[in-house]
């Protein structure tokens, strides 16, 4: 079950891997995506008026979920330091309670706070938390796995919630992944809570996947594709529910826009980001074709795109402006398959947002069953295409 639910990125990994999954989301446009794709969306759209013991998610024994993150996307910035402190002295409150009264007078005094906050948002990453301790308290039934992605600036937050977490029976850490190393077409960075359920061991190491692809790094050659090198390995006791650890493979090349984009683009051009730096156009972000696209975001159709010709010295030299990126080949670029049906208004936005299936993929895997995916799983993702959905009485069918 997804609780922050997005455009559909950890719901098609879970379906790809044979899980059922219904998410949470308020956004209306994201809504009509998630209905057009198939994928199940509760009625009510916020997360704050729904719980653990509610008729539809009250079975669910996976929590996932990516709070909004724009309050902590300027963690360099005063306001971003603080919403982390908050978050931090506030998640404390919560956590250790006993019995469901004693949670519930301190969810009161916690939400009373972020209630009061100028950023709502800063109280949306504390919802975690709550759905957790309700569900041990309230419903009676732990959830079995949890998983938590933002941005990278939340670390800080997901390893306190990993040290809260081990207190009431999880084995549970927190981690950065570079979505490249996974076969993601792109450099985004994530920071990624797992925890499971295990009161009897919550000191235990905690499984996160091994990467699968070369790492991008500025003026780096990329591998060849019999060039890969080892992986580094280790012996970790980090319990699974079902399965025992494979042992690591060699990396492949990191996955390039023109491996993404195919023939949908000439064989070499460059995409230059719309930041520039330090107010010098000249210096903005370049990415040649034969390298990861830039982070994704939700400004991505402002990139531009220009061919690269060789000129008579051999030497590559930028030609003329191609069209830019269209909402089709920016989810290629964050691994959706081909025929998402992006929905409504602000697709960009959307897309930017969304978690990479194929990263998710590699992460419920590790958090479900400590081992890397299957194969045969990416060819379902690249193959995946809308299918009608059987509407459910607990689900109503939403249009776009």
Known sequence: MDLFAGPGGLDIAATIMGSKSIGVEWDDPTRATRAAAGLRTTVEKDVAALGPCDAQVVDANVLTGGPPCQSFSVAGKREGHKALDDVKRLAECLVGHEDLKSFEAAWKAVKGETDSMSDERTGFVLQPLRWIMEAKLKRGKAYDVVVLEQVPTVLPVWKLYAQLLRRIGYAADARVLHAEDFGVPQTRRRAVLIAQWDPENTGRRVHFPRATHQR???????????QGHDVDTEDEQDGSLFATPRSAKNVDPWVSVQ????????SD????????????????????????AATITGKFRRNRLFLLKENESGEKEVGEELDRLSFEEGGLLQSFPARYPWQSTDVAQQIGNAVPPRLSLHILSAALLREAPKAEWFTRLEEWKPQPRRIEKDTPAEGP
């Open 216 to 226: 991008y790094l500025k003026g780096a050659e990329r591998l060849l594709p019999q």
């Open 269 to 292: 051009f460059v995409l230059v980001s719309n930041y520039g730096s330090g107010g010098d156009p000249k210096n903005r972000g370049r990415r040649t074709s034969v390298e990861p």
């Open 259 to 266: 491996d993404a984009l195919g023939a949908r683009r000439p």
